[in-house]
């Protein structure tokens, strides 16, 4: 049974929040500790009276999602985490920022229990939460009758002024309002303070009409006033068809002698700082990380409070099992990535000896797995048609009656907060996301791709238009170190297939393999069928790379590529055989694939003692760990250019003549 | 002398300007005509009327910068282009989108007389113009004299939908309304389609309470009426402390049977519709890029009075010369880059044998820079402090009763528009811009980083924090692909240097030599001074690499290494020797400029024939293309982790014995 929350144990219950800040902070030595001690109160509210929650079972499915934007406001989530009784110690706490611990510096999901999401780099928890939201209400519109059964939760983020002050918020928070997410609603943490200083040095907004013009519900309360910010809590979840910010008004650091200072950002305090804050606060200066036995007692009662509530959701979650089996079905399906066993097979099929741009492949497999796998939903930020991102079968989210039934979004010309969104649907683990634009924007989406890798999500990026032969738009629209620099992300798999059974491989992995988010490279323009020297094994692409054709007798050379150079790797190699070189040719669908396979597999493809050359329409030099410093990269030295892409190919030497005579003289022959 | 400007020519004219269009996507094949032919009216009012230029002489310093942010409407701006009698022929407008043509798919800067920049990523242009603008009110302040001297023109810019939709052009548009900047007018193209369809399939935003949000001067004009649009702008210029934003109603592909869909936005239309539009347009079928005689005989008029407007600026601003001979010898020298000949060396005098994280060696070389070179200017994301980029002898931008007397630019934690407004300042020619954050973060810049590399001008962005020893901020903060990513970029030049002597020497590149942009990869701990084998040598560091350490016979191994790890080299180097073992210690502060050496001179350093090691306290394979498929990349592997730093160099094996045992393994001894 829950105490009741006097005014005095409330207090103590936020300054006990502030202490384990401080102390943690202290003990590390270095840490954040202004903005878990100026949030404490409002946060510390949103836990115990709105948040819905089981701190036994962190996965259930229809919690409330909080996500803190603010990601160096770590400590307050820890705080909350270990006093509401997740499986967090007091000695988790204790280890603060150290090797191993369960208390990173930022948080970081999969890490620790209760923890949503990574967040830290500025603008991506907001980003995130707006494709939660939407995950939810795609899954409510999908699977719920009425206000039974899942989606119904909400989605609770807390902003700083750097969040805010993001491109990302801005352009994810234009599609919230748009979509009219009324299951978003964020906390924005107006401290007024940055780290240069105040933020009126850099920041002069209104923001309450920024996000009024976003089509927001905005509502303003101080953070002193509990009483304010459930009725504005009340108020923001009443309102269905718009996302709520709440403007709380804070005091950086407060408690302490640097309460809204810059320098509250960041400690320690130092002993003397400490003792003065503890002071003030009322806290114990001995025993360090101090938690009374009320606040314990109470919140042990908040805890199985929450727990039981829970149990109460299950109760009705499982009369609408009872009433709804089909769609209870279809909703387990989801979430369990239910998929047939042949998909790779299936998804092929048709597709040998079929020559048209993988982009183009890529649209049609998307087809295929959609029926299959109805959980896919994605679109393209406004270039559906050229990314072939389009499910046929379903309609757009955002138009019609059921606004939230389809399955095609439109993120608009927002890269990034499209990167982010599908994240925060990979998050909400009911649908497979994807999202496409042209590979050279994947530029604007990294920070948000790096979060997908680190965190380990099934978000995909279609991204199409991947090399020079993008043609006519020219060298802004041309990747050439794209490639190179997303396979230098950890932890992302980039898959470059070079026709129909490729890519339809490739999609396979996507929906029944992948641990991580996957990246397309597709051609925007047309690229013959590959001719194989075997029967083509999904399994082939799998490993990242498999032999097409190799020469009678022991190989001169052996030439890599993938995607629409690999067509030019074959003709390269029968032209180089009637002059009496001996290629072998390897298709390398996944680079990162390869490179993960033990050596005699790469070995054996790849033999150490042959001259190696890897061709690529973009600088190739991902390449180099294969090719080595005396073999040939043989791609762009810089920037492409305004052209024709068969006049390109020309220019550039991505012609069989041109580069069998490279290969020729890199060979001395 | 000019015609009279009757409706009819004016029809004309801008019916001219569709024409040129339609029929240069027509024999492209392909191309962006929706853009410009709704445009013409408005765009061609404004340069005919508004723009302040010298078609004879398209660098004159006075001139108003016009920035077409939506750069696929570039058939636009080479019709204004070649009608107002810049270098461009009908020839070249007929070579539209060929190969080495001056008319490229999207504008390039340095191809085409008159472009001021590179567009066509979406959002760019709006940012860059943010800092042009500001380049503008700097120079006004620091240079000119009341209403004489320069910094008094306009930039305008021209933003479509898409640009509007980039989370960049909020972040710029929100410093711009900060920092008041009254010389910015952006006419918005409202006309309410994106490729996928309608605006509003995803956007409803009130742009006009957005921008007022945001601190503009707010107008809205229709398109068609030109004396709206006159008194607009001049409203708009008269607004002195706030950006303006005209918003324009447009028709897409106006003229045409395709006018206000979505398909307008790209062509080509095909025979049939180029008949009927040409038709519907009194533009006669033959010849195609037909110019009536009148049209010329006007412009010719306008070309020349707008040279005659010049020529009397010029008079003015001699009497400014004159009478202000001090300023004008400061901007002249700004602007000519004047800097003493021994700069390298006046900035590394007192480094030698310094220990300092090299962030820090970093921010006292910037003081001493600031002092022979004035035309500094430069800031960071709301990390100052970190960053060490805030010069002491200048006051914050924005602040005070001079706000634009300063140097130290707050950008705000707004990354992404940092790097444009910098690339901004730098179009402007008259400062050395530079930007700071952790270099984490150089992820949310890529976008303009790599416009910068594609312009080739001098951009710097001082990125520290660079590797895993970040430390307890964790992997969120900590980068490890960056560096490769960086490296990756063509025409980028990437500095990380090994200390305080190092540090001065990639200052003074940036200052006295770099062709194009650069970008520092500085520690945030404390480093050791190099231990050099000679003598200190700028030029070392210009090239990219140099020998640390050589041990007294034939190397049995060369280790490469760049910053924090050429102390942790250099000391693996003395124990293996110790062990037996004779290494070889390059530092490699640039392996961009190294890798651009003459072959004789890499061999020289690093041998083909003595197995290589690179390390680097991130995925360090950007050396692959030193050390070969056999060679040894001692690096990360995956993302770090939150921790002291210490510890992750111990746990990640960056130690001296660690680093030894995996050389000795290596090179099987």
Known sequence: M????????????????????????????IGHLGAPMGLARPVFQLWDRHLRFDPSDPDWALRDRFVLSAGHASMLLYSLLHLFEYELSLDDIKAFRQLGSRTPGHPEFGETAGVEITTGPLGQGFGHAVGMALAGRLARERFATGSEGPGHHFVYAVASDGDLMEGISYESASLAGHLGLGNLIVLYDDNQVTIDGPTSLTFSEDVRARFEAQGWHVQGVDGDDTAGLDAALESARAEGGRPSIVITRTTIGEGSGWAGLSKAHGGPFGADEVRATKENLGIPLDPEFFVPDEARTYLAGRAAAKREARAADDTRLSAWREAEPERAKAWDAARGRTLPADLAVTLADGLEGKADATRKHSGSV???????????????????????????????????????????????????????????????????????????????MRPSIRLAALMGIRSTYVFTHDSIFVGEDGPTHQPVEQLDALRAIPGLTVFRPADGPETAAAWAYVASQAEGPVAFALSRQGVPAVERAKPFAAEDVWRGAYVVRDPASTPDVVVLASGSE???????????????????????????????????????????????????????????????RDGLVYGMKGFGASAPWKHLADHFGFTPDKLAAAIRSHLGR
Not at 374 to 402: F, M
């Open 566 to 628: 690999v067509p030019l790797a074959v003709d390269t190699g029968k032209k180089l055989e009637a002059e009496g070189v001996q290629a072998r040719v390897v298709s390398v669908p996944s680079l990162d694939l390869f490179t993960r396979q033990p050596d005699d597999v790469i070995d054996g493809m790849v033999p150490r003692d042959v001259p190696t050359v890897a061709v690529e329409a973009g600088l190739g030099e991902s390449y180099r760990r294969l090719v080595g």
């Open 366 to 444: 998307l087809q295929k797995l959609a029926e299959v796998a109805p959980i896919l939903v994605g679109g393209s930020a406004d270039l559906a048609g050229s990314n072939n991102t389009t499910l046929k079968g379903a309609s757009d989210v955002g138009q019609g009656e059921t606004p939230f039934a389809g399955g095609n979004v439109h993120y608009g010309i927002r890269e990034h907060a499209m990167a982010a969104i599908v994240n925060g649907i990979a998050l909400d683990g009911t649908f497979l996301p994807y999202a496409g634009t042209f590979m050279v924007f994947s530029d604007y």
């Open 2 to 29: 829950a105490t009741e929350l006097s005014p005095e144990l409330r207090r103590s219950i936020e300054n006990t929040i502030r202490g384990l800040t401080i102390d943690a902070v202290e003990r590390a030595g």
